[in-house]
């Protein structure tokens, strides 16, 4: 594993191949996972959207206040 080169790829402009983007990947999730503050999850992907949009929506059950 090349970090240094992964880098230098992306800031040309260049895409990773799928390969590299798993082993990057695994190598990020150790270190995450090492953080005292980040904890798994087993979803592939968790998504939380919230701000004023969703509260009026919810309050008012349309938008149009906002």
């Known amino acids: 594993?090349?970090?240094?080169q992964w880098i230098s790829k992306v800031k040309?402009?260049?895409h990773l191949l799928e390969d590299e983007l798993q082993l990057l990947y695994k190598y990020v999730t150790?270190?995450?996972i090492e953080?005292?503050?980040v904890q798994p999850?087993?979803?592939?992907?968790a998504v939380c959207v919230y701000g004023?949009?969703?509260?009026c929506q919810r309050k008012y059950e349309n938008a149009n206040a906002w």
């Open 12 to 14: 040309d402009g260049q």
């Open 1 to 4: 594993m090349d970090l240094d």
């Open 30 to 32: 150790k270190i995450l």
């Open 41 to 45: 999850i087993n979803s592939l992907v």
């Open 52 to 55: 004023f949009y969703d509260e």
């Open 35 to 37: 953080e005292s503050n």
